[in-house]
T-cell receptor, first 111, second 114 residues
Framework: DAKTTQPPSMDCAEGRAANLPCNHS???????VYWYRQIHSQGPQYIIH???NNETNEMASLIITEDRKSSTLILPHATLRDTAVYYC????????????FGTGTKLQVIP | DAGITQSPRHKVTETGTPVTLRCHQT?????MYWYRQDPGHGLRLIHY???????DKGEVSDGYSVSRSKTEDFLLTLESATSSQTSVYFC?????????????FGSGTQLSVL
């Protein structure tokens, strides 16, 4: 399965957009990009996923480049409650059997 | 939250003792997973199950065994706990229907092996 690369940490001012990048240059054609986040010591929580088109839901937007080698998770108006570790993973749809969540990006939202 | 309960929430044990962690779900989904989380390593898959008595190894399965005798329960056993198995353990399920692309995680078990 393809691996991902994320910056270890980022800061974002409260109320501003948080843009979290992810590199997945070895992604295969049938692999989706998934984003999860983990707030403090809770279990990770699903945010969004996509194949090649941009996606938006009530939590975030996902922008996938045309060559699918990278993506960006956008939190349009970051709040303090968005402070968390954000994980980007790639996997066939629903196929988590060989997936490891890396160390993710620690997003700190600053008042 | 897909009705996932992990027990115990915290456990302290001694090296060499057996330990069993339990993951219970209320919705009878087939796929269940055990992960461990350590600083600097993220979440790593230990074992997973795709049905009763159907299990397979993940990335870091050495020193762990699992059992799934009922759909609702997925047990993780450390036959002889070592200090390197001190970690936070998360159980997850993947729904069979509806949002089957998503993993839903339990609240975790903090295990300390002294």
């Amino acid at each position: 399965d393809a691996k991902t690369t994320q910056p270890p940490s980022m800061d974002c001012a409260e109320g501003r957009a948080a843009n979290l990048p992810c590199n997945h240059s070895t992604i295969s054609g049938n692999e989706y990009v998934y984003w999860y986040r983990q707030i403090h010591s809770q279990g990770p929580q699903y945010i969004i996923h996509g194949l090649k088109n941009n996606e938006t839901n009530e939590m975030a937007s996902l922008i996938i480049t045309e060559d699918r080698k990278s993506s960006t998770l956008i939190l349009p108006h970051a709040t303090l409650r968005d402070t968390a570790v954000y994980y980007c993973i790639v996997s066939p749809r629903g196929g988590y059997q060989k997936v490891t969540f890396g160390t993710g990006t620690k997003l700190q939202v600053i008042p | 939250d897909a009705g996932i309960t992990q027990s115990p929430r915290h456990k302290v044990t001694e090296t060499g003792t057996p330990v069993t962690l339990r993951c219970h779900q209320t919705e009878n989904h087939r796929y269940m997973y055990w992960y461990r989380q350590d600083p600097g390593h993220g979440l790593r898959l230990i074992h997973y199950s795709y049905g009763v008595k159907d299990t397979d190894k993940g990335e870091v399965s050495d020193g762990y065994s699992v059992s799934r005798s009922k759909t609702e329960d997925f047990l993780l056993t450390l036959e002889s706990a070592t200090s390197s198995q001190t970690s936070v353990y998360f159980c997850a399920i993947r729904p069979d229907r509806g949002p089957y692309e998503k993993l839903f995680f339990g609240s975790g078990t903090q295990l300390s092996v002294l």
